[in-house]
């Protein structure tokens, strides 16, 4: 029988609770080591109730202390190279969450760094790990013909997220509550709609398409905020198709929120929504294929990047969230903000992106 990998989480706050630890603690593969969290008493309280060993608020310090062969980062947008670069370095194979980064040159360093020393990184794109994701991959590559254009939007419900400027009010302490400082801080998120928002629908559309973006035109708008609440792009993809992509977050309470991108092909039109795991496939001739995800598997996967990173690195299955190609996707979003100031196209910066043929 195998050994259980044993692994660390670094960054207890909302999204660790929400997502990871209660994965964590539910996986038999996995032997739950230790909580690393600068706020110590977070950093305790979450190693009780979830059975880690050890807790820590220092990550150099959890390195030196345990043995650990994988970790769960979910801090800060911008605290993100240096705790991955740490673990990498230290013989760990890392699953961050999103975005991987908040520069290219950040995100393809650690891509760079990964590969030199043949760890695993993966990036926790939540949409990416929904049952139908590889299959929706696949029709993208195969079925479509010649992609001409993309259209993608994801709206939501943030603007009062990004608002959150006043730690008091923020309830830091409260891992139940997500951490308003966290994301209306620019030196902590990096942005606003476009680094929490974008990155899951330009991470998936990159997935899908196999290409990286050469070129973007952006507008953003921060509504009086310190962080963007709406942007809309116009790029160019490697082979000339054309993209658009929109983010708000102003969706008032009780609307219907959007999560799409429309991959107009010469042979065949797919939209695909990633709220409900599912795609319709538009042929030419007037067929339509409806790929419907399973009503035994939920549609938002939020638990299931800890189990399938265990199997990504135990090698029985293909990382369904590489790192390079969400390094693609932190590269654009980077570019769209330089865009957005100067109010002129932008180069994206441009890295290695080693597709794998699996879905």
Known sequence: MTAPLRFAMVGAGWWAHRAHLPALAADASIEFIAVCDPNESRANAAAREFGATAAFTDVAAMIDAVEIDCAVVATP????????????????DVLVEKPLATTADDAWSL???ARELGRTLSVGLTYQYAETAAQVREIVATRIGELVCVNAE??????????TADPAAAHLDDPSVPHGVSYADPRLSGGGQGQTQLTHLLGNLLWNTGKQAREVFAY?????????????????????????????????????????????????????????????????????RHIENPHDQPAYALSRPVPTFARVVRGEIANPAPADVAAASVALIEAAYISAAEHRPVQVPRGAVHVSKEP
């Open 111 to 113: 891509v760079e760094l």
């Open 220 to 288: 953003m708008n921060n509504r009086g905020l310190a962080v963007d609440v709406v942007d809309a792009l116009t790029f160019r993809l490697d082979d000339g198709a054309i993209g658009t992509a929109s983010s708000t977050g102003t969706t008032p309470e009780g609307s219907a929120v959007r999560h799409r991108i429309r991959y107009h092909g010469t042979r065949a039109v797919l939209e695909h929504d990633l709220l409900t795991a599912e795609a319709w496939l538009f042929e030419a001739g007037g067929g339509i």
């Open 77 to 92: 947008h911008t605290t993100h190279r240096p705790i991955v670069e740490a673990l990498l370095r230290a013989g760990v």
């Open 154 to 163: 994801f709206s939501s419900q943030t603007e009062g997220l990004f608002g």
